[in-house]
């Protein structure tokens, strides 16, 4: 007799942007049942690429539907908590992207509903899902950089013209700047690596662009064990660029490249020899298309089927948002 195949989950996407429509094409191996998002045509158009997929404007219509098990949560930051909130009280799984709120107050208040309710809250911080981040990961985990001493990340772009006039220029919308914005994912993936931060110290500043929040930020995060994180985001970078290095006391891993405008994507692995010297290098490449959004959601069902707690989950996103809130504190941002 074969095996019953799991239940197949009916999902809602709330938010229909760019990356909604990422998220909505990841959803392999679930069924999207609503498009939703304030500007109708666009959660029209979503819809239309998705068999059996109704487009609404008004997340509580998807919230009331019983036949609804999660929702992805892709809109504004400043959207994301409440949204999330609701849908956890209303008993649906949430995935909610990155940063998930525009403090970490808002997630602890998630997190106290997620408690009472039982659903699973997944934070939306894809790049664990990369394939080169997943072979740092393995390396690692075998033990192959022996004990990890500190790590240093760089990520940034250009952005274009107009920026300082979208939204994530706007504080009541962001929550602040580069650092929530690409710096939360640094932070992330400094965590999956090292552990927790006991010592948290850095700076951001305005260099370029015209608006009140950070278009750069320079943290240093050291572990109780004193292994360092040192890492900076930017929004001057003007040729986009991702780069982590994570030193361990026998080999150093590099991850450098995202795919696409960030370059192609790499993992080169720096093995420290007897007599030192030159090290032995093995380099992986990862020329396809990009997985890690599909992978991400297949992990959140499997949270969802095999009752998983999901990592990243709310306690790492709280984790991430006090650092940021942190580091905004120290140096007075954003600006009034």
Same mark, same amino acid.
């Given at each position: 007799?074969?095996?019953?195949?799991?239940?197949?989950?009916?999902?809602?996407?709330? &938010?229909?942007?760019?990356?909604?429509?990422?998220?909505?094409?990841?959803?392999?191996?679930?069924?999207?049942?609503?498009?939703?998002?304030?500007?109708?045509?666009?959660?029209?158009?979503?819809?239309?690429?998705?068999?059996?997929?109704?487009?609404?404007?008004?997340?509580? !219509?998807?919230?009331?539907?019983?036949?609804?098990?999660?929702?992805?949560?892709?809109?504004?930051?400043?959207?994301?908590?409440?949204?999330?909130?609701?849908?956890?009280?209303?008993?649906?799984?949430? #995935?909610?992207?990155?940063?998930?709120?525009?403090?970490?107050?808002?997630?602890?208040?998630?997190?106290?509903?997620?408690?009472?309710? &039982?659903?699973?809250?997944?934070?939306?911080?894809?790049?664990?899902?990369?394939?080169?981040?997943?072979?740092?990961?393995?390396?690692?985990?075998?033990?192959?950089?022996?004990?990890?001493?500190?790590?240093? &990340?760089?990520?940034?772009?250009?952005?274009?013209?107009?920026?300082?006039?979208?939204?994530?220029?706007?504080?009541?919308?962001?929550?602040?700047?580069?650092?929530?914005?690409?710096?939360?994912?640094?932070?992330?993936?400094?965590?999956?690596?090292?552990?927790?931060?006991?010592?948290?110290?850095?700076?951001?500043?305005?260099?370029?662009?015209?608006?009140?929040?950070?278009?750069?930020?320079?943290?240093?995060?050291?572990?109780?064990?004193?292994?360092?994180?040192?890492?900076?985001?930017?929004?001057?970078?003007?040729?986009?660029?991702?780069?982590?290095?994570?030193?361990?006391?026998?080999?150093?891993?590099?991850?450098? &490249? #995202?795919?696409?405008?960030?370059?192609?994507?790499?993992?080169?692995?720096?093995?420290?020899?007897?007599?030192?010297?030159?090290?032995?290098?093995?380099?992986?490449?990862?020329?396809?298309?990009?997985?890690?959004?599909?992978?991400? !959601?297949?992990?959140?069902?499997?949270?969802?089927?095999?009752?998983?707690?999901?990592?990243?989950?709310?306690?790492?996103?709280?984790? !991430?948002?006090?650092?940021?809130? !942190?580091?905004?504190?120290?140096?007075?941002?954003?600006?009034?």
């Amino acid at each position: 007799m074969s095996k019953a195949s799991p239940p197949q989950l009916q999902f809602a996407q709330i &938010g229909c942007g760019l990356i909604g429509r990422k998220r909505a094409a990841a959803l392999k191996n679930a069924r999207l049942l609503y498009a939703c998002d304030l500007d109708a045509a666009r959660a029209a158009s979503l819809a239309a690429t998705m068999p059996g997929c109704r487009a609404v404007a008004d997340y509580t !219509t998807v919230l009331r539907d019983a036949a609804i098990d999660a929702v992805v949560v892709s809109t504004l930051n400043a959207s994301l908590a409440p949204i999330s909130l609701a849908a956890v009280r209303a008993g649906k799984h949430v #995935l909610v992207e990155k940063p998930g709120a525009l403090n970490a107050a808002q997630l602890r208040e998630i997190a106290t509903a997620a408690v009472k309710t &039982g659903v699973r809250v997944r934070l939306g911080y894809n790049h664990r899902f990369h394939p080169a981040l997943r072979k740092a990961r393995e390396l690692i985990d075998a033990g192959a950089a022996g004990p990890l001493m500190f790590l240093r &990340g760089r990520y940034g772009h250009g952005g274009r013209k107009g920026y300082d006039r979208e939204w994530r220029a706007d504080p009541k919308l962001s929550g602040g700047g580069e650092l929530i914005d690409q710096g939360v994912h640094l932070i992330d993936l400094a965590g999956w690596f090292l552990g927790d931060f006991t010592a948290i110290n850095g700076h951001c500043a305005t260099y370029f662009w015209d608006m009140p929040v950070d278009d750069n930020a320079f943290l240093s995060l050291r572990t109780a064990a004193g292994q360092t994180a040192w890492l900076h985001v930017s929004c001057t970078e003007w040729k986009n660029l991702f780069s982590l290095e994570i030193y361990g006391r026998d080999a150093k891993i590099a991850v450098d &490249g #995202l795919g696409g405008s960030y370059g192609p994507e790499r993992l080169t692995f720096y093995k420290m020899l007897p007599q030192m010297g030159p090290p032995e290098t093995k380099v992986w490449e990862y020329p396809h298309s990009d997985d890690s959004w599909s992978l991400e !959601t297949d992990a959140f069902i499997d949270d969802i089927l095999l009752g998983h707690e999901p990592s990243p989950g709310l306690r790492e996103g709280i984790q !991430t948002l006090e650092i940021v809130e !942190t580091i905004y504190r120290q140096c007075g941002y954003p600006k009034a």
